[in-house]
């Protein structure tokens, strides 16, 4: 394995973790219906709003996936004195964080408030949250996929949403990207999108260059390379 120096693949996955982080305080103190409502009807909706904030403290989230964006979630959630399990193949222990095998995955999404999808996309895991997991969510549980598209049976995720399994969703990725203007995901009740944009930000095109030029000169050097970028 080569060694990793910090650089722009860390920058990286500090700033994918972040969006996650926000999305979850977000819809915890309500702040996307308080602006629909700025951008509505001006609603006062003093006591309704309230009642419905939430404190992450004490709450159970659920990692589907465990790698380095995983982990960087983990690290910014560990303030906030939350429960956290992660599914992952490899079972041994991480600190903070509760490592589980996919046969414990059913008992687990019974317990948790959010459940955040950080899945590759492979064979083993299209549609790999589907109706039948879905049906697994503690009631009113919110859901994110940060991770990709495939990875979620979407017909699956707007009959939960309807239904109110789900309570709210937040997703970066979807098929297709872009998504079509009439396409059902975009008017599903409290589904919130954004343009796979997570992971991006206003220099993110600078750092691969200097990453890269950092790299060639190590190459030019023969002193090992990172190999890595998120």
């Known amino acids: 394995m080569r060694p990793r120096r910090a650089g722009s693949w860390l920058d990286a996955v500090r700033v994918y973790g972040q969006p996650r982080m926000a999305s979850m305080l977000a819809l915890g103190r309500e702040l996307l219906a308080s602006y629909a409502s700025q951008m509505g009807d001006r609603a006062w909706a003093y006591g309704e709003r309230r009642a419905r904030s939430r404190l992450l403290k004490g709450q159970t989230v659920v990692l589907l996936g465990f790698g380095s964006i995983g982990r960087r979630l983990a690290e910014l959630l560990a303030p906030f004195a939350v429960k956290i399990y992660a599914l992952r193949r490899q079972i041994h222990s991480e600190p903070g964080v509760h490592i ?131």
């Not at 200097?210 to 190459?219: D, G, I, P, T």
């Open 100 to 230: 589980v095998p996919e046969e414990d995955l059913s008992k687990v999404l019974a317990e948790a408030d959010h459940v955040v999808d950080v899945l590759p996309e492979n064979a083993a895991t299209l549609n790999y949250v589907n109706a039948r997991r879905i049906s697994c969510f503690k009631p009113g549980a919110r859901f994110y996929n940060v991770g990709r598209g495939a990875t979620v049976d979407q017909e699956a995720l707007i009959e939960g949403l309807k239904s109110g399994r789900i309570g709210a969703a937040y997703l970066d990725v979807m098929v297709p990207e872009p998504l079509p203007p009439a396409h059902p995901l975009w008017t599903a009740p409290h589904c919130y999108i954004t343009p796979h944009t997570a992971g991006g930000r206003d220099n993110g095109n600078i750092e691969l260059v200097r990453h890269f030029v950092e790299n060639l000169a190590s190459f030019e050097k023969g002193v090992p390379m990172v190999d890595q970028i998120l």
